[in-house]
T-cell receptor
Framework: SQTIHQWPATLVQPVGSPLSLECTVE??????LYWYRQAAGRGLQLLFY??????ISSEVPQNLSASRPQDRQFILSSKKLLLSDSGFYLC??????????FGSGTQLSVL | DQQVKQNSPSLSVQEGRISILNCDYT??????FLWYKKYPAEGPTFLIS?????DKNEDGRFTVFLNKSAKHLSLHIVPSQPGDSAVYFC????????????FGKGTRLSVIA
C-alpha cells in the first residue's frame, strides 16, 4: 500500500534562517507531488506541484522553493525565512485523476 | 479569484441531527469533486468524492449531492456525531490531466452533544 512520510512534525525557526522540509512517498511510482500551506485560520493554499523529477510548478511567488531530486521525494526550501512563512505545511500526492493523499503536516513557527 | 467557495466558515449542529455543508464553484471545466476532513495539526483525510456524471454519491453517514447547473455541491452527514467535529474542505478539478485540486477555504463543523 502507498504511504507518505513528512518530517519534521514541528519546527521553530528564527527569522532569516534556512528551511528544508522533506516528503517521501512509498508504494507508487511517478506520482504527482504537492506542497500546500494552511496559514492560521485560512484554507489550503497550493504552493508547488511536480509531475516528474526536476519538474516544478510554482503557484505563488514567495521566498520558498521546491525540488524533486528523486521520483518519490519532494523538498520544500527557503534560504531566509520570514515571519509570514509560519503555518502548517502539507505534502500530498496523487496519480492523475485520482484523489489526493496528504502527509501528516509540519507546523512551522518563525519567530 | 476563488474558483471553489465555501461561504460558511463555521457550522454548529446538535448530535444526531443532519449537518449540511455547502460548496459552490465557478469553473465549468471542473468535473471531479471531493470532500476532505481535517483535524487540528493533522493532514486532511479523504471523505467522499463525486464525478460529474452522477448527482449523488453515498457512503455510510455521508452523502454528497452535485447540482451541475447551479455549480453547487453539498455534503450531508446524518446522523452527526461529536467525532465529526472538524474542518471540512471542498475540492474540485478537471478529471483528466495533472491539474491540481482547487480547495475551498473550509467550514468548521462543531457537533454539540
Amino acid at each position: 500500500s502507498q504511504t507518505i512520510h513528512q518530517w519534521p512534525a514541528t519546527l521553530v525557526q528564527p527569522v532569516g534562517s534556512p528551511l528544508s522540509l522533506e516528503c517521501t512517498v512509498e508504494g507508487t511510482s511517478n506520482p504527482n507531488l504537492y506542497w500546500y500551506r494552511q496559514a492560521a485560520g485560512r484554507g489550503l493554499q497550493l504552493l508547488f506541484y511536480s509531475v516528474g523529477i526536476g519538474q516544478i510548478s510554482s503557484e505563488v511567488p514567495q521566498n520558498l522553493s521546491a525540488s524533486r531530486p528523486q521520483d518519490r521525494q519532494f523538498i520544500l526550501s527557503s534560504k531566509k525565512l520570514l515571519l509570514s512563512d509560519s503555518g502548517f505545511y502539507l505534502c500530498a500526492w496523487r496519480t492523475t485523476g485520482e484523489k489526493l493523499f496528504f502527509g501528516s503536516g509540519t507546523q512551522l513557527s518563525v519567530l | 479569484d476563488q474558483q471553489v467557495k465555501q461561504n460558511s466558515p463555521s457550522l454548529s449542529v446538535q448530535e444526531g441531527r443532519i449537518s449540511i455543508l455547502n460548496c459552490d464553484y465557478t469553473n465549468s471545466m471542473f468535473d471531479y469533486f471531493l470532500w476532505y476532513k481535517k483535524y487540528p495539526a493533522e493532514g486532511p483525510t479523504f471523505l467522499i468524492s463525486i464525478s460529474s456524471i452522477k448527482d449523488k454519491n453515498e457512503d455510510g453517514r455521508f452523502t454528497v449531492f452535485l447540482n451541475k447547473s447551479a455549480k453547487h455541491l453539498s455534503l450531508h452527514i446524518v446522523p452527526s456525531q461529536p467525532g465529526d467535529s472538524a474542518v471540512y474542505f471542498c475540492a474540485a478539478s478537471p478529471n483528466s490531466g495533472n491539474t491540481p485540486l482547487v480547495f475551498g477555504k473550509g467550514t468548521r463543523l462543531s457537533v454539540i452533544a
